[in-house]
């Protein structure tokens, strides 16, 4: 016998037949498509039932009794379907095992499944005795395929067949009710129901609400599962179909309509959430989607999309790593690195445009959030390009939003630099940095980490003692040149006085000490480089900032002597200074963009061995430069700034 398929065709149409369209009335006007979620649904986690028996490898017990307590329990789930307790020993003894071990929380609702046969009913009920709330959950399949295929049957013995399983468990739990005390709600099950004629589930519906006979509200209402065993149509179809029962099914107020999706077609979330649009009341599921097939629908998606709009789901993902680590580890099973909200790279942007939004926003965001602080006004609303969930909500950092390999942008960069160091790099300097990024990038084949990128920034300025950096800074002494003038303790100066500075550097390694002289300190020192070892540069853009609670940091822009710097900034050359004091901040930018503007080949003039200093009036100038700055430092009474460089808090030294 042959039973392959036909070759595939080139229309479809001979061989599938189309969904069938939801008889409602002419001129109906679907709710669902106007309504928006303003509440959370109630929750049923099946992981260790539906889940379970879709693993390759099923849990064992003391697996599925981790799962309960270190996941679903502390998630705050109030149903969860914990096994199929007719199915085999181990399921029914785990069942047990909850109950008797008292590892059900009060407000804890046990599901159990069983199939519409009197055999298994009595053994399912059996395994809840003494539970304090217990829901039944009895299925079978309705829909025409499965009433003809697999058992034959006409609609009416598929009615008989489910009255007479309702009426089972309606004796048997009103018993063990009296015996042991516990709560029994029945969970009715249209399996297949998304295959099923509309007409005929309401039908069955009613003549299952007529048959238990005592639905009530609150914790007597009869739940019906409308099961999307197979998802066979569009998401907008099967929300048809659940408006279609809840507009027909008698006693609406006393039902709860459970949502059961399966994600055949790759839309299980959206059928769920228009569904729940529709009038459904709860959804079932699993986390992650585990499930047969493609899988259940995954209950942290549909959550988190709630959560995402501002309706609490009521359950508690805020360390969604851990949540994410055990189910997978109790599933055996792996994740995709972008799956949605739970991927290791579900917060994390490579590309550059996407880092440059992301920085954007950030920045934005954080000055919006301060004048909330300060002023009391207004709300702390999230709003980060490409971002629509705050990370830390879920127990994530912002480290890993913004990552760089070969393929990023200047924003990426800078980014990281911002976040580990604490320097907000100018735009122009950005361009400037990147490059070094990326030509690091690109030699070693791989992506940029957190740490090899802020270490690229410090060797780059010369922050870290294997940089190769030629020029480094030292002490720094300045002084008016003017016996009537003197240095403000903010560092400011007059305009119209000069000011000599002399700098200890050290030249590959060796201390050396340089004079200059101008209006500001920044034109006196270089002055002095070119004085003294022969630099001729030229500053284009300075920019000051405040890094942490005492540090000052200035980034200089340098060219070669009479070339003009490009409008982007391609092609510049940067130094970077850190200190508390600004004007000691600035001399470390320069000597630091000094050292990467000369070649590395180049040779400095020799020192001078005699030193004979520019007379100052009103100031002997010694004849030696390491007198002259302990001279410098005796004589600050007469507005002689001295300092030696160095860092504030913030250390950049590795």
Known sequence: MNL??????????????????????????????????????????????????????????????????????????????????????????????????????DDVSLQIITPARADLIERSIASLAGAKKAIIHLYNAVSPLFREVVFRNSKEQTIDLTLNAVKLVKKLTEKETARSGTHFRLNYCFETFSQTEPDFAVELGNRVLEEWGKARFDDDRVTFNLAATVECAPSNHYADMVEYFCNNINQREKCIISIHPHNDRGTAVAATELALLAGGDRVEGCLLGNGERTGNVDLITVALNLYSQGVSPNLDFSDLPEIVKTVARCNEMSLPQRYPYSGALVFTAFAGTHQ????????????????????????????????????????????????????????????????????????????????????????????????????????????????????????????????????????????????????????????????????????????????????????GERVFQKVGDEGLATYIEVTPRGKTPSKSGAGSIWGVGLSAN???????????????????????????????????????MPTDYSSHIRAGRAASQHGVQSFRSSTPEISLQG
């Open 4 to 105: 392959s398929s036909p070759a595939a065709s080139s229309d479809p149409s001979t061989k599938y037949d189309p969904y069938p369209l939801v008889p409602f009335p002419e001129g109906y006007v679907r709710r669902w498509p106007t309504q928006r979620a303003t509440v959370s649904p109630t929750w049923l986690s099946t992981d260790l039932r539906d889940g379970n028996q879709a693993l390759i490898n099923p849990m064992n017990n003391v697996t599925k009794l981790e799962l309960f307590r270190s996941a679903l329990s502390l998630i705050g789930f109030k149903e969860i379907e914990v096994a199929y307790p007719s199915a085999a020993d181990t399921e029914f003894n785990f069942v047990r095992s909850l109950i008797e071990n008292n590892e059900v929380p």
């Open 356 to 539: 440059d939004a992301i920085k954007k926003g950030l920045d934005l965001q954080r000055k919006r959030w301060e004048v909330v602080d300060n002023t009391g006004a207004g709300r702390k609303t999230w709003a980060v390009p490409y971002i629509p969930l705050d990370p830390k909500d879920l127990g994530y950092g912002y480290e890993n939003l913004i990552r760089v390999s070969s393929q990023s942008g200047k924003a990426g960069a800078a980014y990281i630099i911002k976040e580990i160091l604490g320097f907000d790099i100018p735009r122009r300097m950005q361009v400037a940095f990147y490059n070094v990024v990326q030509q690091e990038s690109e030699r070693s084949s791989r992506e940029m980490t957190a740490k090899l990128v802020s270490d690229a920034f410090r060797g780059a300025y010369g922050f870290l003692p294997t940089s190769g950096a030629r020029l480094r800074p030292g002490t720094f002494e300045i002084r008016p040149a003017s016996p009537t003038s003197a240095i403000s303790d903010d560092g400011t100066i007059t305009p119209t006085d000069l000011v000599t500075v002399i700098a200890e550097l050290f030249i590959d390694g060796k201390s050396r000490t340089i004079q200059g002289r101008c209006k500001s300190p920044i034109g006196a020192l270089r002055d002095a480089l070119y004085a003294d070892l022969g630099i001729e540069l030229d500053v």
């Open 582 to 620: 600004g004007m000691e901040s600035e001399c470390q930018a320069l000597i630091r963009a000094a050292s990467n503007i000369v070649p590395t080949d180049v040779v400095f003039r020799r020192p001078k061995m005699i030193f004979a200093p520019r007379s100052t009036p009103g100031y002997p």
